[in-house]
Structures are given as structure tokens and as C-alpha cells.
């Protein structure tokens, strides 16, 4: 392609639908990881007191120069995913200089009204989430590499668990509609498929809120300590 062609490319609604299901993949692909990784919050302590999520956590330290490739690699994701999304909106509504008089919901879904601010929310999230359990400058009691004691202490402040939890929920509408609007704008829309591809989504969402909430209320019930 030449670069011409590539900058068309970027440049039209297709292109950017793209960049939107490329980085949403890797995104997707980022918070199963991440899940399956917190999940061993519910491995006890061996007899001598080292958790398991403690090793996990060293040991994605020890990664060293390629952690820094991931988490590089992750914010360009990131980046790419809101930039490209505020453009494909300022192109809609460029489309569309005088706003609709009556709007008709009627192929929309409450998951897809809401992308516009469950992404920016998801956003702010990911700020306090790194200041919270990353930096833990918004930690009541943050230890380097304690991941075990960083989870629960910072789940035992009601307000944090409110927030993660609310978060997760955003998260879950936001990935429904994402993997659902990623298979239509890469053309798989089959009447044979398309229940399937949104059973796929709702099941991928379903998974990651439940699995990610899990996790605050374990530990406000006092099943995790
Ligand atoms: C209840 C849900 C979650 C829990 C308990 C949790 C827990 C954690 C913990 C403990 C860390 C620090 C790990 C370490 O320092 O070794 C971390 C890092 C991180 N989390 Fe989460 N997380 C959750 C949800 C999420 C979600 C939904 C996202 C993204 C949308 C996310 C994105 C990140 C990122 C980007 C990092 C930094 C990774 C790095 O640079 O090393 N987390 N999380």
C-alpha cells in the first residue's frame, strides 16, 4: 500500500473502524489476561505465608525490559482506541450538522448510547486504578509488590470497591457493544452468525464483570483476607 493509499485508508470511517478493532482486541485481550491473573487472589497463602499472586506479581516484574514492551505497547492501544474514537465522532456528527429533532433509538442499544461516556469514565478509572494498585499514591497502605495485601487492604475502604465496581459495570455495556460493533464493521453480519457473535459478546462481558466484581465484594464479606 502506498503511503498515500495508507493515509486514505486511516482517514476514512473504515479505516478508523479498524484501528477501533485492532486496539479493542488487544485491549480485550489485556483485561482477560488481567483477570485470569487477579483471580489468584482466591489462592491461599502456602504454609509459609507467600500467596501465590505475590510470585505472580514478581514474577511479571522480572519480566523487566519486555514488561516495559507490553505496557509501551498498551498505552499506544489505548491512545490509538480514544484518539480514533473521537474522530470517528467528530466525522459523525460532521456528517450530520444539524442534530436530529426527534431521535429514533430504535437500532440502538442502551449499551451503544452510552459508549460515549462509559469510555471516558473507563478512562478516568484506568488514572485512579494506577494510582490505587500500581503507584500507590491513592493507597491507604501500599506495599511494593504485596499484591495480596494491596487487594485487600484497598478493597477493605468501601468508596474504592463502590468505584471499582461501578467501573466494572461501565466496562461490561462498553465490551458488549465493542466485540458486537468490531464483528459488523468487519463485515461478519449473518443472520445465521449474528446470534451467536452477540451470545460470544454478552458471554465475554458477562465473564469479565462478574469475575472482576467477584473481587471487591469477596473481600468486603470478609472471604478474602
Ligand atoms: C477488580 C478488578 C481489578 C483488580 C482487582 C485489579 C488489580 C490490579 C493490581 C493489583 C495491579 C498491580 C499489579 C502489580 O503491581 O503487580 C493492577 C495493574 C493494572 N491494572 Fe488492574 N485490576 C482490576 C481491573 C482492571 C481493569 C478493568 C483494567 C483495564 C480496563 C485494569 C488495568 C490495569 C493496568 C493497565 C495495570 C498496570 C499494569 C502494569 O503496568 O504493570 N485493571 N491491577
Redesign the pocket.
Known amino acids: 500500500m502506498s503511503l498515500s493509499r495508507a493515509g486514505r485508508f486511516i482517514a476514512a470511517p473504515i479505516g478508523k473502524k479498524v484501528i477501533m478493532a485492532v486496539t479493542g482486541v488487544m485491549?480485550f485481550g489485556?483485561?482477560v489476561m488481567?483477570?485470569i491473573g487477579?483471580l489468584q487472589?482466591y489462592i491461599p497463602a502456602d504454609a509459609n505465608g507467600h500467596y501465590q499472586i505475590d510470585a505472580y506479581?514478581q514474577a511479571?516484574?522480572n519480566l523487566g525490559e519486555l514488561?516495559w514492551v507490553a505496557?509501551l505497547a498498551?498505552l499506544a492501544a489505548v491512545i490509538l482506541h480514544i484518539v480514533t474514537a473521537i474522530q470517528l465522532s467528530l466525522q459523525a456528527n460532521a456528517a450530520r450538522p444539524v442534530a436530529y429533532q426527534k431521535k429514533d433509538n430504535a437500532h440502538s442499544t442502551y449499551a451503544s448510547r452510552t459508549m460515549i461516556w462509559s469510555g471516558p469514565i473507563?478512562g478516568l478509572?484506568?488514572v485512579y486504578?494506577?494510582l490505587h494498585?500500581?503507584g500507590g499514591q491513592l493507597h491507604p497502605d501500599f506495599k511494593d509488590?504485596s499484591?495480596h495485601h494491596?487487594?485487600v487492604r484497598g478493597f477493605q475502604d468501601p468508596l474504592a470497591s463502590l468505584v471499582?465496581i461501578v467501573?466494572?459495570l461501565m466496562?461490561g455495556t462498553h465490551l458488549y457493544h465493542g466485540v458486537w460493533s468490531m464483528f459488523q464493521s468487519v463485515g461478519v453480519n449473518h443472520p445465521r452468525y449474528t446470534p451467536h457473535l452477540k451470545l460470544f459478546a454478552k458471554a465475554a462481558a458477562a465473564f469479565?464483570v462478574i469475575g472482576?466484581?467477584s473481587?471487591?465484594i469477596s473481600v468486603m464479606a470478609g472471604l478474602v483476607k
Open positions: 485491549l489485556f483485561v488481567h483477570l487477579n487472589i506479581g511479571l516484574r514488561l505496557r498498551l473507563i478509572f484506568i486504578h494506577l494498585f500500581t509488590l499484591v494491596n487487594v471499582y467501573a466494572m466496562l469479565l472482576n466484581i473481587i471487591p
